[in-house]
C-alpha cells in the first residue's frame, strides 16, 4: 500500500486555506491566517492548535463555497499518470490528510482513483461552517493511528507500506511504514525519508516499485538555466556597491524591488499578473513550483540585505559572492554530476557542494585573502550542504559572513 500526504505532495503546499479562501475573504483574514501559518512552520503551534485557529476564522462561511474553492485547484504535475500506474500494477493507495476535510479528500481521491481518504471533520450547521474541526489526524500520531485503521481492513501489515510526505507532520507514518520518500522535503524529511524526490510526481514510480533509484534527469530544463542565470548574476551587487551607489541605499533598492516581486506573487495567486515580474516567474520557475508562491526569490533578496547590514565590506561582499556563485553551482552541478548523497540531507549532493565551495572560494578571492576566503567558503558550504529549517538562501550569508568575521 502506498500513502501519501496530499497538502505539499498531490496539492500545492498551502495554496488552498491561505490563498484560496483566506486572501478571497480579506486581508485581515489572510494576515491572520498567514501569522498562524508562520507560528506552525517555526514550531510555537501545533498542528492541531493552528487548524482550530484557522476554522474558528471561517466560521459562517458556507460550505458549498469552500468546496468550490477546493475543486478548483489543479493537482501536483505528475499526480494523475502515478496513481493510473499504481492502479495498473494493482497497487492500494491512501490519500491521509491532516489540514483537508475528510469529505474533500474523499472527492479528491475519487478523481486520482485512490481506495482511501482520511481527514478531519468539520461542523457544519444549516450548510455553513461552525469553525469546530476534530478527528483522529488532529492527534500527534493522528496519521499512524488512521493508517492502521486502514490496514485491519485490508489485513495488511505496516511493513507493506510506503509513505510519501513532504514535512514533520508525517513523522508517525515514516516510522510506521517500511519505506518513505520525501517529496519536496522539509529539514526534517529531508533526513528521515529513505529518498528524496522532486518535480514531476510521476518519477517516483521507480522507488515506489522497489527499484534502488529513480531515472534522474540531469538536463538542465530552460527554466532552471534562467532561474540559475538570475542567482549568479546578483554577485555583480557587490560591485554595484563599491563603483555606483552606497550600501545601504543598494539595500533598499533590493527591499522596494523585493516588496514588488511579493506583491506581484500574490497576485499571481488570486488569478493576476504583474507586467514584467510576473512575466519572469513564469519563465524561471519550474512547473511545480507555479502552482503555489515561488518563495525561494524572496529569501534570496534577504540573504543579500542581511549580509549588508549585518557585515561591513568586504565581508559583506564576499557573503553575496558564496550565496550567488557557491549555492548556483551547487545546484547546477549537484544535478548534472551528483550522485553520492549527504547521509544528513538526501536533497544534496556531495559533488554539488564540492562545485559549490570551488566557485565559492573563488568568488570570495575578489574580496578577501586566500585564507580567509577558503573558510568562509568552506562555512557557506557547509550551511547550504545541511538541514536547516531556515531556507539556505539566508543561511548561506549569515554564516559564512560570521566565518569571515572572526578569521583574521
Request: charged share 20%.
Amino acid at each position: 500500500m502506498i500513502i501519501f500526504d496530499v497538502e505539499g505532495v498531490l496539492l500545492p503546499k498551502r495554496r488552498f486555506l491561505l490563498f484560496d479562501v483566506a486572501a478571497r475573504r480579506g486581508l485581515s483574514t489572510f494576515l491572520r491566517f498567514f501569522l498562524i501559518g508562520i507560528l506552525y512552520e517555526i514550531g510555537l503551534l501545533s498542528i492541531e492548535s493552528a487548524l482550530r485557529r484557522l476554522f474558528k476564522l471561517l466560521k459562517g462561511m458556507p460550505m458549498d463555497e469552500l468546496f468550490s474553492k477546493f475543486e478548483n485547484i489543479s493537482p501536483i504535475n505528475g499526480a494523475a499518470v502515478l496513481f493510473a500506474n499504481l492502479k495498473k500494477l494493482g497497487f492500494k493507495t491512501a490519500l491521509i490528510s491532516s489540514g483537508l476535510p475528510r469529505i474533500f479528500v474523499e472527492d479528491f481521491a475519487k478523481k486520482l482513483g485512490a481506495d482511501y481518504a482520511s481527514g478531519l471533520e468539520i461542523g457544519i450547521e444549516r450548510g455553513y461552517l461552525t469553525g469546530e474541526i476534530w478527528g483522529d489526524v488532529l492527534k500527534p500520531d493522528g496519521k499512524a493511528i488512521a493508517l492502521k485503521k486502514i490496514l485491519e481492513r485490508e489485513r495488511l501489515s505496516s511493513c507493506n507500506c510506503v509513505v510519501v510526505a513532504d514535512d514533520r507532520n508525517n513523522l508517525s507514518l515514516i516510522k510506521l511504514c517500511k519505506k518513505s520518500i520525501g517529496y519536496n522535503p522539509d529539514f526534517i524529511l529531508s533526513v528521515k525519508s529513505d529518498f528524496v524526490v522532486r518535480g514531476d510526481l510521476s518519477k517516483m514510480l521507480p522507488l515506489l516499485m522497489g527499484e534502488a533509484s529513480a531515472k534522474i534527469d540531469r538536463a538542465l530544463s530552460k527554466s532552471e538555466v534562467l532561474h540559475e542565470a538570475i542567482h549568479v548574476g546578483g554577485v555583480l551587487v557587490p560591485f554595484i556597491c563599491i563603483y555606483m551607489l552606497s550600501d545601504y541605499i543598494v539595500a533598499l533598492l533590493i527591499v522596494a524591488v523585493t516588496s514588488i516581486y511579493t506583491m506581484s506573487e500574490i497576485l499571481r495567486m488570486l488569478g493576476k499578473n504583474l507586467p514584467i515580474f510576473s512575466t519572469i516567474t513564469l519563465k524561471a520557475a519550474d512547473k511545480s513550483e507555479l502552482q503555489e508562491l515561488v518563495a525561494s526569490p524572496i529569501f534570496y533578496a534577504l540573504g543579500m540585505i542581511l549580509s549588508i547590514l549585518f557585515f561591513r565590506p568586504p565581508v559583506s561582499y564576499a557573503c553575496i559572492a558564496i550565496l550567488t556563485l557557491g549555492d548556483s553551482f551547487a545546484a547546477v552541478f549537484g544535478k548534472r554530476l551528483g550522485r553520492t548523497v549527504f547521509p544528513l540531507n538526501k536533497r544534496k549532493r556531495v559533488e554539488g557542494s564540492l562545485f559549490g565551495l570551488l566557485f565559492a572560494f573563488l568568488g570570495c578571492l575578489l574580496f578577501v585573502n586566500p585564507a580567509r576566503a577558503l573558510v568562509g567558503a568552506f562555512a557557506g558550504i557547509l550551511a547550504e550542504s545541511l538541514p536547516s529549517p531556515i531556507d539556505d538562501n539566508v543561511t548561506i550569508p549569515l554564516v559564512s559572513g560570521l566565518a569571515l568575521t572572526l578569521t583574521f
